[in-house]
C-alpha cells in the first residue's frame, strides 16, 4: 500500500513538470524598437527646479551655501564660478585687441593665496588669469560696472597702472628730449631740426671720442634712419668709461628722435638703437665689480 502512495505521488510530480507554464506574452521585437525610437525622439524634461523658501518645515540635510563647498579649494573655485559667468554673460559685447586692452596689475600668486586664503597651484591661477585678460579685453567705453567692479577685485594694492603717464612730446621750441643709460653711464639728449650740428658737453664730436667706432655708435639713431643732416644735437654725458657713454649716447639719441617722427620705431627697434641693455652692476668690495647674470637685451 505505501508503494502504491510513492508511485502515485511520483506520476503527479512527472505530471506538473510537463505542464507548460503560464506566462505573459512578450512584445515582438519590431514592437519594442518603435516604442525605444519613439521615446528617443522625445525631448526630456529638466526636472523643476526647487524652491526651498516653500517649504514648511526645514529639510533634514544643511544646505552648503557654495556650489563648490565640498570641493579642494571652495573660494577659488567660486571665484572662477563668478568669473566665467561674466564671461557668457558678455560674450557678445565688442572687444579690442590685447595691445590696446588697458593694463592691469593682477594679483601676484602669494598675493592671491592670502586673498583667498588657500594653497592654489600655479596652473590653475594661470586658468583664471587668462578669464581676467578676456574679460578686461571688452571694449572700454560699453563696459559694465559689473565686470569693471570683479576686475578691480584682482588689483594689486597701489596698482602702477592706475595713473596714466603724461606722453612726452616736442615742445614749444622745437626740440625732443632723450635720455639713456649704459652701465655707469648717463646721457640726456636735446635734439631739434637743423644741419647735423652736434656738440657732446660742449665740444666736438671727434674731440669727445677719439676711435671711430664710439662716434659711429654714438650717432647710430641717425645714421641707421639716414637723418645725419636733418638735426643738431647737444648731448651731455657723464659717469662711466667712454663706450658706455657712446651706447648712453645711443639710446637717448635714438628716443628723442622717436617724438621728431614715430613712425621710426619699427627701424630704431630693428636696428638696436632704442633697445635697453639690462645688464647690472654690483659692487661687493671697492675696486671689484661683480655683474649678475641677467637678459643680455630686453626690448621695450
Known sequence: MAWHKSTSLAQAMRSLRLTPTLSKPKPSLSRTY???????????????????????????????????????????????????SLQAKYASLPTVATSDAPRMAWFKLPQFRDYVGEPVPMKKYKSLLKILQRLNRIQPEIRPNEVQTTLSAFLRPGNPYAVETIPRTVDEHGRARGKGKRKESTAVVQLVEGEGEVLVNGKSLVEVFKRVHDRESALWALRCTQRLDKYNAWITVRGGGVTGQAEAITLALGRALLLHEPGLKPVLRKAGAITVDARRVERKKPGRVKARKMPTWVKR
Open 34 to 84: 518603435a516604442t525605444e525610437a519613439e521615446a528617443a525622439s522625445v525631448p526630456a524634461a529638466a526636472a523643476p527646479e526647487i524652491n526651498f523658501e516653500a517649504f514648511t518645515q526645514k529639510p533634514a540635510r544643511i544646505i552648503p551655501s557654495s556650489p563648490s563647498y565640498f570641493s579642494g579649494s571652495p573660494r577659488f573655485i567660486d571665484h572662477v564660478l563668478q568669473l566665467e
